[in-house]
């Protein structure tokens, strides 16, 4: 999606150790314009497919994924959480996951009543890297039942394991930017 | 406004302790058309006030902060984050937080290129009860210098004290829901 790729290099910062900072427009302040066109853009890939609800993780994919929502019939959005909470009781599904950019492990929790066997669901999450958070969900998913209907990534980072791997296992991963190799001491970005 | 109080009575649930628990709609599972309508009315609310930015808190605040956006004229959405990550660095504004729902302290943190002395910034949450997370949002906001134009709620524990101190202190306070009474034992819910 060039309008994504356009506004990585102009917003986006590359640091050494393959850190990509978009906290400008996606992570920490949220362009929803962008947001807008890209669930627009999701919503063209996956045309077609049934989706009951898209699931998604907290915190930076909830505004993608409220937004992306609006383009797919106003299905509901379900955001995992990743800490234990008193307003969370009853039976949830669990998968552990560890987080590069926290640098912890931490659990993916998603509550079995927003969960139906059956349901078709659209995942969504703002970076792929090496697919730990994704296949938490998926975990999740597989416990619960649920269809997969696809995967939309706002930024992959394609020289890391996470896409290769889901696509090989048969998931249809949209990602919108894909960076093929960046460069944290020239601060350069290439995409796929 | 009425459809909240109506989905609260019809899918919330109160349990002991104050607890209400809006899972199925507002903090987990979201239901993007009540936001749609919560973020409309916030914009019939605070019609007329510049409001350059919204500022929230991860993670529930984030999708009813992005979709408002959309009535604002699709403003920026800035969300202080909860925990330190290598995403963050550079200068950062935070503040101390206690978390009943949590049950833990946890600090506030935004980048202090996302709020530029001056910007006219509304403020919005998921909830208020005790106002300490939002007294966090505020400290930062006088730290940076920005004008609080309003705080939009979708649901306030009118019998805890975060409202009436907020509206005391002069904030323009609007909550889309303001529970009087609840009864965690017979599960009833009574609104102002």
Same mark, same amino acid.
């Given at each position: #999606? ?7 290099? +102009? ?32 919503? +063209?890939?996956?045309? $077609? ?40 009781? $009853? ?39 090496? $697919?730990?958070? #994704? ?23 394609? !020289?890391? +394991?996470?896409?290769?791997?889901? +696509? ?15 460069? $944290? ?5 290439? !995409?796929?």
């Amino acid at each position: #999606m060039k309008e994504l790729e356009d506004r990585i290099r +102009r917003d986006g910062t590359v640091k050494p150790g393959d850190v990509l900072k978009v906290d400008a427009f996606l992570n920490h302040q949220c362009d929803v314009t962008l947001f807008n066109d890209m669930g627009a853009e999701w919503a +063209r890939i996956f045309a $077609g497919k049934k989706i009951d609800k898209i699931l998604t993780i907290e915190a930076s994919g909830i505004g993608i994924a409220c937004i992306a929502a609006q383009h797919f019939g106003n299905v509901p959005v379900v955001f995992a959480k990743k800490s234990q909470s008193i307003n969370l009781d $009853g039976d949830q599904y669990s998968a552990k996951v560890y987080s590069y950019t926290k640098q912890k492990e931490f659990p993916v929790i998603v509550s079995k009543r927003f969960l139906t066997e059956g349901e078709h669901v659209l995942l969504i999450d703002d970076f792929l890297a090496n $697919g730990k958070a #994704m296949h938490g969900l998926i975990d999740i998913c597989n416990e619960a039942g649920v269809v997969i209907e696809g995967i939309g990534i706002a930024i992959e980072k394609g !020289f890391q +394991r996470g896409g290769k791997e889901l +696509r090989e296992a048969g998931y249809n991963v949209a990602s919108l930017a894909i960076v093929k190799a960046m460069d $944290g001491d020239k601060g350069t970005i290439e !995409f796929a």
